[in-house]
T-cell receptor, first 115, second 113 residues
Framework: EAGVVQSPRYKIIEKKQPVAFWCNPI?????LYWYRQNLGQGPELLIR????????DSQLPKDRFSAERLKGVDSTLKIQPAELGDSAVYLC?????????????FGQGTRLTVV | AQSVTQLGSHVSVSEGALVLLRCNYS??????LFWYVQYPNQGLQLLLK??????LVKGINGFEAEFKKSETSFHLTKPSAHMSDAAEYFC???????????FGAGTRLAVHP
């Protein structure tokens, strides 16, 4: 079974440019997460979807970040315009059920460098 | 608000020695607790989880963790370190009824010969 797939793996852009990340979760997983991991820190939740609905986006900087999950499957995360401080690894994860005790499966992440 | 504290950002052990990685959580009620491992340039992989069944939880690769409510701790141990255990380890907490993982800052484990 394929795991969580993210692309691209690496992205280097100049500040003020837009960038987008794509995530394909594990088939059948209704919950999808986007996390940001700064260097030397643990992942921080940006947004969580239950099917198509964003149920927790309190940590998403909405002035420049946007996300969508059309048809409750794939998801994209966009930053426009990017700032130097956005350099980080962006992780996508998915899980099967609600309740808090189910395992989240993570993709390999997209390492973003803003120069 | 929930939080997770991992004591020691770097831990170094000799091959064959005991591994002990510390994790303390703050939560008004016993939460679900997880340990994840991250190898270089990889995503996070679940090692083990506590979901209010047995307080001693066994995971993959010989790791185990013990939930101690009185100490609000969930420390990760392995009796004998192997070179392949070198990685970053993250403790995480989740509220019952919510799918929101809150991670600690991580502990980087180095294993030397």
């Amino acid at each position: 079974e394929a795991g969580v797939v993210q692309s691209p793996r690496y992205k280097i852009i100049e500040k003020k440019q837009p960038v987008a990340f794509w995530c394909n979760p594990i088939s059948g997983h209704n919950t999808l997460y986007w996390y940001r991991q700064n260097l030397g820190q643990g992942p921080e939740l940006l947004i969580r979807y239950e099917n198509e609905e964003a149920v927790d986006d309190s940590q998403l900087p909405k002035d420049r970040f946007s996300a969508e999950r059309l048809k409750g499957v794939d998801s994209t995360l966009k930053i426009q315009p990017a700032e130097l401080g956005d350099s980080a690894v962006y992780l996508c994860a998915s899980s099967l059920a609600q309740g808090g005790n189910t395992e989240a499966f993570f993709g390999q992440g997209t390492r973003l460098t803003v120069v | 608000a929930q939080s997770v504290t991992q004591l020691g950002s770097h831990v170094s052990v000799s091959e064959g020695a005991l591994v002990l990685l510390r994790c303390n959580y703050s939560s008004s009620v016993p939460p679900y607790l997880f340990w994840y491992v991250q190898y270089p340039n990889q995503g996070l992989q679940l090692l083990l989880k506590y979901t209010s069944a047995a307080t001693l939880v066994k995971g993959i690769n010989g790791f185990e963790a013990e939930f101690k409510k009185s100490e609000t701790s969930f420390h990760l141990t392995k009796p004998s370190a192997h070179m392949s255990d070198a990685a970053e380890y993250f403790c995480a907490v989740s509220d019952k009824g919510r799918n929101k993982l809150i991670f600690g800052a991580g502990t980087r484990l180095a294993v030397h010969p």
